[in-house]
């Protein structure tokens, strides 16, 4: 009898886990038209429970793959935080109500709020409709990294041997596939069976505070049920977060006697049920009553760690709980891992496309191991508050609201404060030029007029994740004829072959987006005196000036720190500011981009 041969296959990336980190990273590759395949192990997608938080940034990225506005219709959204403590009559009361998100600069200045089965499923109808599908019911059995120096250096290499098992089987199909893969992502959670085949070890301990969580309908005369609320009592504390259409989720602060089996040291779900969670929630949210029917519940005890490593050789990469986990408290956890997929999807399609060298790889572990750690450590301090008692009348050492305010009011949750620090990808000189677009931060919102049709646009809409590096020009008052002979000279550097225009130009495939902001007014500035450089399409020029009807706008160059001198931004394809130079120093560009492009072969 002869034996079947196993089915062989080749991808430039493959995916292993299908959730918030594994979907981003699935649809972005797509996006840049990457050969990607994702599978999971789960028969079908995830209907309820986890996470449910979506920071003010996370939305902007979303926005930046056109996946924002479905998320907006369908979340609610949390503006208002209140804070409540013991009163001195027992139960509890209000101390402070205050702004969710404080970061100034957030464009959407509030957290969305939905079930993370429909927050993955904003991916996975974005993916089907170009083309890509999870592979369900399948899972890896065995990975190998080539060790030979010289193929892992080649970028067109499979240098990944990743063997798959279908776990149901089907007529006709091979149970079992080996994939040969230039990259992978292990995107499989906290518990990570790529990060244990390659002994990536996760730093850190547990946590040690048990919550338990429930999604319900409540009937309650709390009046701040539609405000994400923290609740301080005597009894512990609860989080109440509002969510989609009339849903509310409670996490409620439980006694690790109450839920940890003393022989495992594991949480046990079987020692303490929703009643007994709800009836916790019931006694902390004194005098008010609360009553509903649950629709999900689960008990959550995790470890604030962070992997020693995101990468084996640029070649296989961990993102998501596979390499940080932290407690729900700040709900950062699906925020976390759609932005490590947002940081690495753009580098992997750059060195696919040739266009990148390998070493570009290793800034998603600089940056975002670095993140991690701040994540972590942001954690543990609000843990602990959030944890501890809060100050009363017979505890003076207790947690003061003044305090949990402090720690609450950082741009650190908004994901806003997110600063990468310099590497190849991000120069640390000529800030001076433009204060306001950080080095290493992402662009902030603005609105410009498109110089062509006085139409309003917002900044952060011309830089879409399209892969593509976006050169802001910053020229000035071109009507100013000094300023007109700097802006024709800075054209001419940058037509000469030596350029990074010329050197990186991939005929039919540009890997620059040029957009020209202007700090004339509507009325005195002309389009077409520009040079053709500096308006590839009519729709590629703006004007720093107010809308039509004078609402808004025509502050942008102050608000961005530019001088009436102007500056060159490179912003990378994340939206992240990756250079700055003076008009007359385009070889600062030039410099910039040779440490980690390729001259087209
Ligand atoms: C109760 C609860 C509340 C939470 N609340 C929040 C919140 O409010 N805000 C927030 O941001 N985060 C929250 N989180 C955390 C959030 O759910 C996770 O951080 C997020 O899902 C991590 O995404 P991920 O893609 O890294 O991993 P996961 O979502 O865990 O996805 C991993 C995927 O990999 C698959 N997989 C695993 N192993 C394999 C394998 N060997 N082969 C194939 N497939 C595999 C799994 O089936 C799964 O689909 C919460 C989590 C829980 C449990």
């Not at 997110?418 to 919102?445: C, F, I, M, T, W």
């Not at 011309?462 to 020229?475: A, R």
């Not at 008052?477 to 002979?485: H, I, K, M, T, W």
Request: proline residues 5%.
């Amino acid at each position: 009898m002869s034996v079947p041969s196993v089915r062989h296959s080749e991808v430039d990336v493959l995916i292993i886990g299908a959730g918030p980190a594994g979907l981003m990273c699935a649809n972005a590759l797509a996006n840049a038209k990457v050969n990607v395949r994702i599978v999971d192990q789960r028969a079908s997608k995830i209907a309820a429970g986890n996470g449910d938080g979506i920071s003010p940034r996370t939305i902007e990225l979303l926005q930046s793959y056109g996946l924002a506005e479905r998320l907006l219709k369908e979340c609610c959204q949390i503006h208002l935080a209140a804070f409540y403590n013991p009163s001195s009559t027992g139960g509890i009361e209000l101390t402070n109500r205050t702004l969710n998100v404080t970061a100034p600069s957030a464009r959407y200045p509030f957290e969305a709020t939905l079930n993370q089965a429909a927050i993955q499923d904003i991916f996975l109808d974005s993916m089907t409709s170009l083309g890509v599908e999870v592979e369900r019911s399948t899972m890896p059995t065995s990975i190998e990294l080539s060790k030979d120096e010289d193929e892992l250096a080649d970028p067109t290499s499979y240098p990944v041997r990743v063997a798959l098992q279908r776990l149901d089987e089907s007529e006709g199909e091979q149970p079992e596939e080996i994939v040969h893969a230039k990259f992978v992502l292990g995107g499989d959670g906290a518990h990570s069976w790529t990060r244990k085949q390659f002994d990536i070890t996760m730093d850190g301990e547990q946590s040690d505070s048990i919550w338990g969580v429930m999604d319900l309908v409540p009937d309650t005369d709390f009046p701040d049920i539609r405000n994400k609320c923290l609740a301080q009592s005597n009894h512990g504390s609860v989080f109440v977060i509002p969510r989609e259409k009339d849903l509310v989720r409670l996490y409620v602060q439980l006694e690790e006697k109450d839920v940890i089996d003393p022989v495992t040291g594991r949480v046990d779900k079987d020692r303490m049920g929703p009643d007994h969670i709800f009836k916790t929630a019931q006694k902390s949210l004194e005098p008010y009553k609360l009553t509903g029917e649950f629709l999900w519940w689960t008990i959550y005890s995790v470890g604030q760690r962070v992997a020693s490593k995101f990468s084996i050789n640029n070649r296989v990469f961990i993102a998501g709980d596979a390499c940080h986990t932290h407690t729900p408290k700040a709900g950062q956890g699906m925020n976390a891992s759609i932005n490590d997929s947002h940081n690495l999807a753009w580098k992997i399609a750059q060195v696919v496309r040739g266009w990148a060298d390998m070493s570009l790889l290793s800034t998603y572990e600089s940056e975002r191991h670095k993140f991690a750690s701040e994540l972590i450590a942001f954690d543990k301090t609000w843990s602990t508050l959030v944890c501890g008692k809060p100050l009363t009348g017979q505890n003076s050492d207790g947690v003061s609201p003044e305090q949990l305010l402090k720690t609450f009011q950082t741009d650190f949750t908004s994901g806003i404060g997110v600063h990468y620090h310099p590497s190849v990808v991000v120069n640390d000189a000529y800030q001076e030029l433009a204060g306001g677009l950080v080095l290493g931060k992402r662009v902030p919102p603005y609105k410009f007029m498109r110089a062509a049709d006085a139409r309003p646009f917002e900044l952060q809409d011309l830089l879409p994740s399209d892969s593509l590096f976006k050169l802001l020009v910053f020229t000035g008052e071109f009507s100013d004829p000094l300023q007109q002979a700097r802006v024709e000279s800075m054209v001419a550097d940058m037509q000469k072959p030596h350029s990074f225009l010329n050197r990186y130009a991939t005929p039919g495939d540009s890997r620059f987006d040029v957009i020209t902001i202007s700090k004339d007014r509507k009325d005195k500035f002309d389009l077409l005196q520009l040079p053709t450089l500096l308006r590839s399409h009519w729709s590629k020029v703006f004007v720093d000036d107010t809308d039509p009807t004078g609402s808004f706008g025509g502050e942008g160059y102050s608000y961005f720190g530019v001088g009436s001198e102007g500056a060159l931004v490179a912003v990378r394809p994340d939206g992240y500011v990756g250079a700055i130079a003076p008009l007359d120093r385009v070889e600062v560009l030039d410099a910039y981009f040779a440490s980690f492009m390729k001259i087209p072969a």
